[in-house]
């Protein structure tokens, strides 16, 4: 199955840069710090579509957190008080919305893009740590788009969930193995109805990626 065509690196960070350009241009000047963080969720990747048709948006200060938008409505604390409720997480999902119609618009043959279930490129910077979270090991996926800033920010988790010290004589823990790649997508995911992994990525005729592994 050939791969399919999608912004390289450099193409998608110059569209970012573009479109927060003429954001910045239009929206309240009292949001430019807003913005500003909105440019860096969207290069780190942390702008997804979820199936029933909300945006689920990162946090800046917290890897584990997320923020939903239904339509314009945010989630997050800000977004009453932000100036004509432009908090970061939505001004976010506009720029990767734009930056995927754009590139769809300049690249036809693809078809719409709209916002990437997965990274349009994979992010530069990419790391999985499994934390104890109430009792639960939790896998999280750090993204970024400079390993400095990303293993900072590993730090900041680390020490919010410190792990548990081992007892005498205990068997250490089994590491599960990290999360296959699709070649052309990135990280896979579980899959529980079938076993193994599989791509959840959409491709540009509205299928979904046939990659999988271990069904």
């Known amino acids: 199955m050939p791969a399919p065509l999608t912004p390289d690196a450099h193409t998608f960070r110059a569209l970012v840069a573009d479109v927060a350009a003429r954001a910045k241009a239009r929206l309240p ?13 969207v290069l780190a990747h942390d702008v997804t579509v979820l199936d029933d048709g909300s945006i689920e948006v990162g946090s800046c200060s917290d890897p584990l957190k997320t923020y939903r938008l239904e ?16 908090c970061r997480h939505r001004i976010a999902a506009g720029i990767a919305k734009r930056v ?12 719409s893009l709209g916002i990437p279930r997965d990274p349009l490129p994979e992010a530069p910077a990419s790391c999985n740590v499994y934390v104890t979270i109430g009792g639960h090991k939790v896998q999280v996926t750090l993204r970024d788009t400079d390993e400095h800033h990303m293993l900072e920010r590993l730090r900041v988790l680390l020490a919010q969930y410190p792990a548990a010290p081992e007892k005498p004589g205990a068997t250490p823990p089994q590491t599960p193995p990290p999360a296959p790649v699709c ?33």
């Open 183 to 215: 070649q052309w997508h990135g990280p896979m995911k579980p899959s529980t109805k079938h076993g193994g992994w599989y791509c959840p990525a959409k491709m540009a005729d509205g299928s979904y990626c046939k990659e999988r592994q271990g069904a």
């Open 100 to 111: 995927g119609e754009e590139w769809a618009a300049q690249a036809p043959q693809t078809g």
């Open 71 to 86: 339509g314009t409505p945010c989630t997050c604390q800000d977004f009453p008080r932000a100036p004509e409720g432009w």
């Open 29 to 41: 000047e009292a949001v430019n710090g807003r913005l500003e963080g909105a440019v860096k969720l």
